[in-house]
């Protein structure tokens, strides 16, 4: 479960021996090969050659995709923070020019 969890929480590819680099030797690299192969023969990860070695994820269908709403919310958050950004640059360079003076 340990390995499981952890590939669902970061959601990114890793190979048997960055698992067990990633959990600080929970498991061995040959246990975590093991775990792997059997989470992914169990359809619960996914798996893909990457030349000789083979990386497991998450399956991307379980990630739930952000509604045209919440996308829309995002992107209003997102314009509100730039233009307070510009404006905190624009108090910094002003604050900056009347230190140096």
């Known amino acids: 479960t340990a ?3 952890y590939l669902l929480k970061v959601n990114r ?3 048997a021996n960055d698992i067990s680099s ?3 030797g929970l498991v061995s690299p040959a246990q975590a090969k ?4 059997e989470l992914a023969d ?3 990860l996914q798996r893909k050659a990457n030349g000789k070695q083979q990386v497991f994820y998450a399956p991307q269908s379980t990630i739930a995709v952000p ?7 995002e992107e209003e958050a997102i314009k509100e923070l730039e233009q307070q950004v510009a404006q905190l640059k624009s108090e910094n360079k002003a604050l900056s020019s ?3 003076g």
């Open 3 to 5: 390995v499981l969890d």
């Open 13 to 15: 590819p890793y190979s």
């Open 22 to 24: 990633q959990l600080h």
């Open 34 to 37: 093991k775990i792997l192969n």
């Open 42 to 44: 169990e359809e619960r």
């Open 67 to 73: 509604g045209a709403e919440e996308a829309e919310e």
């Open 98 to 100: 009347r230190l140096q």
